[in-house]
């Protein structure tokens, strides 16, 4: 709600919490916002009593708009951006990010006001666009999360590959993941795998690690078995050289031997019911 209200256009007439009365929500706003973990939208959206005219919005990725019954009017706007607290959250939802809408065009008005791009998912892609954002972020972050661990294993800090982790995303995203991909998988190294593998499964829970690191091993392969089909045969370039994949490497199962694998608006306008310039705004749930 702040990042609205910092770009101007809207007014929050209320926020219902936790345990407080939901009926009236809608009453006088334009645009109900269902704030609430996925697992709460339907319920909450039932208890919230239609008002003409009035957008019932919610923020999930993953639902689709059939969890705003008995509303008319439904909308869905998911951010593509972590919202860590309400502070960092307003900041980031100004940056130009991409916002999954679907349903009542006020959600693709409500990303372009904040100055995000607007995608359209509908209902039946909702569980795969959420799957791939799962992975650009929670993944990621959990990736980070054994780097720190065999980093700390040798008094290495994780901000310590700050450099190279930003470099590495850059890279893929600018020039695609198959031209990024760097390292042994990519030049074929399965000796370095190898030491990598022995030390990995020797530090605590070291089923679990290796399961882990065997597992990005293989997408790894796969993207340099893609790059090769399509004609890089061969790892040239500093640091990088031999065959791209030389015999011995990994089976055809994608693991090193030994691998563990179990290891909007339209024309800019607001809601009928609404004031052209303004839009009022409450917020019903609680935050997840």
Not at 144 to 164: H, N, Y
Not at 200 to 207: K, Q, T
Not at 262 to 267: A, M, T
């Amino acid at each position: 709600m702040g990042a609205l209200e910092a770009v101007g256009g809207y007014t929050l007439l209320d926020v219902v919490g936790r345990g407080e009365p939901l009926a009236g929500a809608a009453d006088g706003a334009d645009v109900v916002v269902l704030a609430v973990p996925d697992h709460a939208v339907a319920a909450v959206a039932a208890a919230v009593e239609p008002a003409t005219g009035t957008v019932v919005m919610h923020l999930s990725g993953s639902l689709g708009l059939d969890v705003l019954a008995p509303h008319a009017r439904r909308a869905s706007l998911h951010p593509l951006v972590p919202l860590p607290n309400p502070t960092v959250g307003s900041v980031r939802l100004r940056t130009g990010v991409t916002f999954a809408v679907a349903g009542d065009p006020t959600a693709r008005s409500v990303a372009e006001s904040l100055g995000g791009r607007p995608v359209t998912v509908d209902d039946g892609d909702r569980a795969t666009y959420h799957a791939a954002a799962t992975v650009a972020a929670n993944h990621v972050v959990a990736l980070l999360g054994q780097v720190e661990r065999i980093a700390g294993s040798v008094d290495i800090p994780l901000d310590a590959f700050t450099g190279l982790v930003l470099a590495a995303v850059e890279d893929a995203l600018s020039m695609g993941p198959r031209a990024a991909l760097t390292g042994p998988a990519a030049r074929g190294d399965w000796t370095t795998v190898d030491r990598h593998r022995r030390v990995v499964a020797g530090m605590p829970d070291g089923r679990s690690e290796l399961g882990a690191y065997d597992a990005m091993v293989a997408l790894a392969r796969r993207l340099a078995v893609e790059r090769c089909g399509a004609g890089d045969s061969v790892v040239s370039g500093p640091d990088r050289h031999g065959a791209l994949l030389p015999d011995g490497g990994l089976p055809d199962g994608g693991l090193p031997d030994g691998g563990t694998p179990d290891s909007g608006l339209p024309d800019g306008g607001l809601p009928d019911s609404g004031t052209r310039g303004e839009v009022t705004l409450a917020a019903a749930g609680y935050p997840s």
